[in-house]
């Protein structure tokens, strides 16, 4: 028997004035629409855009810790971001 857990990596994109404060680790959480049925324990890469939605060329990648709906909007989600090692 296969018991091994499906881990995702979710590309999504991250505006320009929160993504410093995710490189620093000062922000340590994400709120997202789960359109893409976030998990503990997947990966995400979280890509800089600035003005007119252009993409900056930096990233960041973080592993998604603890998930909640609690208190969010409907269909959000709330998880923590933790480094990788």
């Known amino acids: 028997m296969n018991t091994m857990k499906k881990v995702n990596c979710h590309n999504v994109k991250l505006h320009f004035k929160f993504f410093p404060f995710v490189v620093s680790g000062e922000k340590k959480f994400?709120?997202?629409?789960?359109?893409?049925d976030y998990k503990n324990g997947d990966f995400i890469a979280?890509?800089?855009?600035g003005h007119d939605d252009e993409l900056t060329g930096k990233m960041i990648c973080k592993r998604i810790g603890y998930v909640t709906d609690y208190e969010q909007k409907k269909g959000y989600v709330v998880f923590s971001l933790i480094d990788l090692d």
């Open 46 to 49: 979280l890509h800089e855009f």
């Open 30 to 36: 994400e709120i997202r629409l789960n359109d893409r």
